[in-house]
């Protein structure tokens, strides 16, 4: 029973994160389609639409989870038929297609999803494929959202403290693209600059930066959700060794805090903050 119930919050983490990258990977790749590029903009965004009522799917399905008091007796037979029962996943006609539900295991939502985001990465490589401005347009947005989260993490004293976009070491890289990038303008005044002829090494190199990126930013993410559930449970146990983890407004914080923690939900600065209020209650003080 544990090791299904833990293999359907992963199915759930893994889908809910890739939601979130495929999502940014859509918007930033179009932008501003035109001509051939509409067509393939809008088979990603309606596969798009797929991954997120499969997604929403599993979110029902972990509320379901949550909402079992206790894995014994009549609550080990409730967690036993959510896990035995097909999630009814509702598609919604933002594609065109008619509203229909169908009812899937979590194995074939899964597979359905690894599905749609490899066909969704695919209509993304192809139509960035000899389009280095669009590389470089993700490249940028995937450092920026990087940098973001590490200034999130820093401000909330999370994580080993380094700086995770310095071991990119992608400084060059971005030269290379300003250089690439003036030469499409024309822009060659300057006679120590020359043009770069892309071979498609340039792009690769791109290609192996935004995934080198989306690594880094996946793996401190997980850190610091791993880190703000950690504390959490070390302040439960507190709670419980001081005979306060019952308490209507202590349970009340760590139900708040269980939810700031969701996949689907979690932030960074977010799930700090409930953690906090947890560890403040906890302490006997005000909220």
Request: glycine share 8%.
């Amino acid at each position: 029973m544990r090791e299904r119930l833990d293999a359907t919050l992963a199915a759930h983490a893994w889908v809910c994160e890739q939601l979130l990258d495929v999502q940014q990977l859509v918007t930033d790749a179009f932008r501003q389609p035109d001509g051939p590029a509409a067509a393939g903009a809008q088979e990603a965004r309606d596969l798009l639409h797929r991954l997120g009522c499969l997604s929403l799917a599993l979110d029902r399905l972990v509320d379901d989870l949550d909402g079992v008091e206790e894995p014994t007796g009549a609550g080990a037979e409730s967690l036993a038929r959510l896990l035995d029962d097909p999630c009814q996943v509702r598609f919604t006609a933002a594609t065109g297609e008619p509203v229909h539900t169908e009812a899937m295991s979590v194995q074939e939502i899964l597979v359905a999803a690894r599905e749609h985001v490899a066909r969704i990465r695919r209509i993304v490589e192809a139509y960035g494929r000899d389009r280095l401005a669009v590389r470089a347009r993700r490249l940028r947005a995937s450092l920026e959202r990087l940098r973001q989260l590490a200034a999130e993490a820093a401000g909330e004293g999370l994580g080993d403290g380094t700086d995770p976009l310095a071991a990119l070491a992608v400084d060059g890289l971005l030269d290379r693209l300003t250089t690439a990038e003036a030469a499409g303008r024309g822009q060659w005044w300057r006679g120590d600059v020359q043009p770069e002829r892309d071979d498609g090494s340039l792009g690769a190199a791109v290609d192996r930066a935004v995934e080198r990126t989306d690594t880094a930013r996946r793996r401190l993410r997980r850190g610091c959700h791993l880190e703000l559930t950690g504390r959490l449970e070390a302040y439960r146990q507190k709670a419980a060794d001081e005979g306060r983890a019952e308490h209507p407004e202590v349970e009340r914080a760590y139900r708040e805090a269980l939810a700031a923690l969701r996949p689907d939900a979690f932030t960074v600065t977010g799930a700090s903050r409930a953690v906090r209020d947890y560890q403040r209650t906890v302490n006997g003080g005000t909220r």
